[in-house]
């Protein structure tokens, strides 16, 4: 009896250890794509995003797992502007399946830059539920200040962090 005691043991902290696995989406300049017609823009020799013409919003589809948490998104850019800011958004987007209903928009979390000049770094610490993957999207808006949007600003990388609860992480199937 003690030795079926003992298994059963290891089994609970086993699974109890690999409960949650953190996980991290990082995009860069190349995943990003602009969401308006006349914007133009250039990869720097670093790999950053620089807007060089028009309103300067870009966006980035997430591919999140179903029923993951949301739990960190973080940017690296430069801005050497002292009159506009970069501002980077985690955005989600829901429609019911089957139905003539207008999608909801909801911003998450916003993080940017702060209008001293150099490099920068923000953070914003979140915990929010990514709901079904097939009713909702999530994405990550870039904005480069008022239109025209400014050439002194710049994203280096945006990062999302989430947990997905690693027994359901594939659903029942």
């Not at 290891?10 to 995009?27: D, I, P, Q």
């Not at 807007?51 to 966006?59: H, L, M, N, R």
């Not at 911003?107 to 709901?131: I, K, P």
């Amino acid at each position: 009896m003690k030795t079926f005691g003992l298994y059963v043991l290891c089994g609970f902290f086993l699974v109890a250890g690999v409960r949650s696995k953190a996980t991290e989406l990082t995009l860069d300049s190349r995943d990003f794509v602009p969401t308006d017609t006349p914007s133009q823009w250039a990869e720097s020799s670093g790999g950053s995003l620089i807007c060089t013409g028009g309103v300067g919003v870009f966006a980035a589809q997430l591919d999140l797992p179903a029923n993951s948490t949301l739990t960190q998104i973080a940017v690296w850019g430069g801005d050497s502007s002292t009159s506009r800011d970069s501002s980077v958004f985690l955005r989600r987007v829901c429609q019911a399946e089957f139905l003539a209903t207008s999608p909801t928009f909801s911003n998450l979390a916003q993080v940017g830059s702060s209008g001293s000049a150099g490099a920068y770094f923000d953070s914003a610490v979140l915990n929010e539920q990514a709901f079904s993957t097939n009713t909702c999207t999530y994405s990550v808006v870039l904005s480069f200040g008022d239109s025209p949007c400014s050439t002194n600003l710049s994203v280096a990388k945006v990062r999302v962090r989430y947990t997905n609860d690693a027994i359901f992480a594939h659903g029942f199937e």
